[in-house]
């Protein structure tokens, strides 16, 4: 089995499932544990989303054996929100919310990694929904809802209208420090030991892998290796939307420039000068130790390798290629998590 999970969510008035949170989400769990779920769902293989009851939760909470998912039970069977329990057999194509949900969860929660779950087609399963102050509503129910606070002397704040919610309503990672919590969407992954400034946002399917200082964006699908450092206003193109079809990455020990942008998977131990932005195609003039040009290539062809320090030479406008011999250092006090 690839993942179960119990979920509490929100459906609109038509019965529409708009969202899901699941508290404890799993990655191949173990049959035998989930056993008593399965059948009381009548499980009969495949992947699904299957609403539970809240006594269908008090059954399940009496037949599991393993204490965590028993107590998981337990506090579900007080719901007065719609459960789903979404058993997912294989890694296919989200087929239903309850189904991306989870998928964004397993991101969330670091048990996949970026690219390692197959998220085609979430855009179509996802609906876009009024995040707000009253959670998640139907985007044709919001006027009505407004209407019904102002009388009621309420106020109803509407944080945004997205298909993606913010991550940290649903997954805190440990070791992280987020200091706008609405440039984060649910699906990143944040490696332990990230911090993320407000200038900072993070994509679904995209984040980092350690330690990592994000004051730049991260565009779905780009991942950040240990210990780089995304400088202010620095942008790490995605592969989305404007037609960019490679994924794009940045290796370890890496410094992106402040205002400086990324077109192409950038190897170890690289620095991208501030304000330059490269794009895969860009022209690139490679030096010698001696600082003499020897190639002219394009930027994709230097995609992975290391050590190289990338700069827009203010006396000729050329983009040179030279060797970096600095080393990035995050500074400790300001990454400490404490
Ligand atoms: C590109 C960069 C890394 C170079 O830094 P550096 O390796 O410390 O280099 P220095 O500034 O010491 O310069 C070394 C030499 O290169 C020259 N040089 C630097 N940038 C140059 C450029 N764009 N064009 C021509 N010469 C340049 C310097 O004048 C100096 O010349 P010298 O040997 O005659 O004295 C740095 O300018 C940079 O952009 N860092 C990014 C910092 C950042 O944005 N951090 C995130 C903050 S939010």
């Given at each position: 089995m690839f993942s179960f999970a119990l979920g509490v969510g929100t459906k609109d008035s038509a019965g529409n499932w708009l969202e899901v949170y699941y508290p404890e989400p799993t990655l191949n769990p173990d049959p035998a544990l989930v056993a008593p779920v399965l059948k009381a769902l009548s499980y009969a293989g495949g992947n699904q989303a299957t609403e539970l009851t809240t006594v269908q939760a008090s059954t399940c909470a009496a037949a599991v054996s393993d204490t965590g998912l028993k107590l998981q039970l337990e506090h579900l069977q007080t719901s007065k929100k719609p459960l789903v329990a979404v058993i997912l057999d294989?890694?296919?194509?989200?087929?239903s919310v309850p189904e991306a949900y989870l998928k964004l969860h397993l991101l969330s929660h670091r048990l996949v990694k970026p690219h390692g779950i197959n998220l085609d087609g979430i855009f179509a399963a996802l609906p876009n929904v009024a995040w707000t102050s009253q959670g998640a509503i139907a985007i044709d129910e919001l006027a009505n809802r407004q209407l019904q606070a102002r009388l009621a002397g309420e106020n109803l704040e509407v944080f945004s209208i997205d298909k993606f919610p913010k991550m940290t309503n649903y997954v805190v990672p440990k070791g992280v420090r987020i200091?706008?919590?609405?440039?984060?969407?649910?699906g990143a992954y944040i490696g332990e030991g990230t911090t993320i400034m407000h200038e900072g946002f993070v994509n679904f399917n995209a984040g980092t892998a350690g330690t990592a200082m994000v004051e730049g964006r991260i565009s779905a699908g780009v991942f950040v290796g240990n210990n780089s450092d995304l400088g202010g206003g620095c942008s790490i193109m995605g592969?989305?939307?404007?037609g960019g079809k490679e994924v794009i990455s940045v290796g370890e020990n890496c410094l992106i420039g402040a205002n400086a942008g990324l077109g192409f998977p950038l190897g170890d131990r690289c620095t991208i000068e501030s304000g330059l932005y490269i794009s895969a195609g860009t022209k690139v003039t490679v030096m010698d130790s001696d600082l003499n040009p020897v190639d002219v290539v394009k930027a994709r062809d230097l995609?992975?390798?290391?050590?190289l320090l990338f700069l827009?030479?203010?006396?000729?406008g050329i983009v040179e290629c030279r060797t970096n011999r600095s080393k990035v250092e995050l500074n400790a006090e300001l990454h400490s998590h404490n």
């Open positions: 294989t890694d296919d194509k989200p087929g200091a706008d919590t609405a440039r984060v969407r649910l592969t989305l939307s404007g995609a992975n390798k290391n050590d827009r030479n203010s006396q000729t």
